[in-house]
């Protein structure tokens, strides 16, 4: 397989991975003003004015939201590994590295949608119901943007298998 091809694939899905991790691990999900001041929350933590703690009642649909972001990010590593394993070694036996790859985006895509839906749809009334007024915020948008970019790493390798196989 061409080199070239390999590299765009190792960078979306480097790019992708690393968006996904920045949401997994911040607590910027949903913020809102109170009027005992400033709170803003994540998967694992919440935050009223600066005093974060971790979130003691856990619903199924967190615990739901929890597992796909994890497995995604399991998935999304494992796709980094084969293409990075790729540049070292592009056949393991008789397969092409970039299948495993392509199939590990897909599914790292997958999780990731399954958990943004899911909390999109589970924290949608809360941000605008709640005592103050709130929004989504910025590791709401990182997980939403790893979802189509893993996909499009998905394409673009298996354009990339499929260049080595001819």
Request: aromatic share 10%; hydrophobic share 55%.
């Given at each position: ?36 001041g ?18 003691s ?25 084969t ?13 092409s ?6 199939l ?29 007024q709130?929004?989504?915020?910025w ?14 790493t ?13």
């Open positions: 397989m061409m080199v070239s091809l390999r590299i765009p694939c190792t960078a979306l899905a480097l790019l992708s991975l690393l968006l996904l991790l920045a949401a997994l691990g911040t607590d910027h999900w949903r913020v809102r003003t109170t009027l005992l400033s709170c803003h929350e994540g998967l694992w933590k919440s935050c009223l004015n600066s005093v974060c703690e971790q979130i009642s856990v619903s199924v649909s967190l615990k739901v939201i929890r597992a796909f972001i994890l497995l995604g990010a399991i998935m999304g590593s494992l796709s980094c590994f293409l990075f394993a790729s540049f070292l070694r592009p056949q393991l036996s008789f397969m590295l970039t299948l495993p790859s392509f590990s985006s897909y599914g790292a895509g997958l999780c990731a949608l399954i958990a943004m839906a899911v909390y999109t749809r589970e924290f949608a009334a809360a941000v605008n119901v709640t005592e103050g709130g929004t989504f915020s590791s709401f948008g990182l997980g939403w943007a790893s979802f189509p970019l893993f996909l499009i998905g394409v673009v390798t298996l354009a990339a298998h499929r260049s080595s196989q001819n």
